[in-house]
T-cell receptor
């Protein structure tokens, strides 16, 4: 069964350093999401891509966070500089959904990767 | 924007009993309601979902019900087993501007099934 892949699984970094996370969605999935999950809470969306285009980055702290999906397949999320409050699980998810193809009745199931646990010291 | 409230935050049941987790949402435009199970240190796994054109959906021991009028939906697990122990998240999705709506998650329910 195909799964979303993420790396690294764990990352410890000092504050003010740069950190990057990588995600490879399920093959054929047009839409890719990055979520942040603070311990004890539900995931919160940071950015959504359809193919290589950003659909929604309204919750992405753009002064320090950036995300790209240059070829519409895998994606990278970067934080620079990292702050203590960035310590969390960073989850990537993907879905088949594509505007104009799925009428919203199917294909929008989101499948999550294993996440990257970030600790900022 | 959409807000999803989930109750209870913790739930402890005896093996074989039923467990019910409830969620309410604020935006009547929400049309997709998935449930995820997350075991400690693992990825959230989609276990069941329901769309706004359906009132109930069942898959073996799990079922989800949706009341659009009251804007709440519930997860029902029957004949619970120790392996059902995990954190369960509900979510709601609103379509907007022709794009897929983002999932707004509840805060989670930690279910413990005692053997």
């Amino acid at each position: 069964e195909a799964e979303v892949a993420q790396s690294p699984r764990y990352k410890i970094t000092e504050k003010s350093q740069a950190v990057a996370f990588w995600c490879d969605p399920i093959s054929g999935h047009a839409t890719l999401y990055w979520y942040r999950q603070i311990l004890g809470q539900g995931p919160e969306l940071l950015v959504q891509f359809q193919d290589e285009s950003v659909v929604d980055d309204s919750q992405l702290p753009k002064d320090r966070f950036s995300a790209e999906r240059l070829k519409g397949v895998d994606s990278t999320l970067k934080i620079q500089p990292a702050e203590l409050g960035d310590s969390a699980m960073y989850l990537c998810a993907s879905s088949l959904w594509k505007q104009g193809i799925n009428p919203g009745l199917a294909g929008d199931e989101q499948y999550f990767g294993p996440g990257t646990r970030l600790t900022v010291t | 924007g959409e807000n999803v409230e989930q109750h209870p935050s913790t739930l402890s049941v005896q093996e074989g009993d039923s467990a019910v987790i409830k969620c309410t949402y604020s935006d009547s435009a929400s049309n997709y309601f998935p449930w995820y199970k997350q075991e400690l240190g693992k990825r959230p796994q989609l276990i069941i979902d329901i769309r706004s054109n359906v009132g109930e959906k069942k898959d073996q021991r799990i079922a989800v019900t949706l009341n659009k009028t009251a804007k709440h939906f519930s997860l029902h697990i029957t004949e619970t087993q120790p392996e059902d122990s995990a954190v369960y998240f509900c979510a709601a999705s609103i379509p907007y501007g022709g794009s897929q709506g983002n999932l707004i998650f509840g805060k989670g329910t930690k279910l413990s099934v005692k053997p």
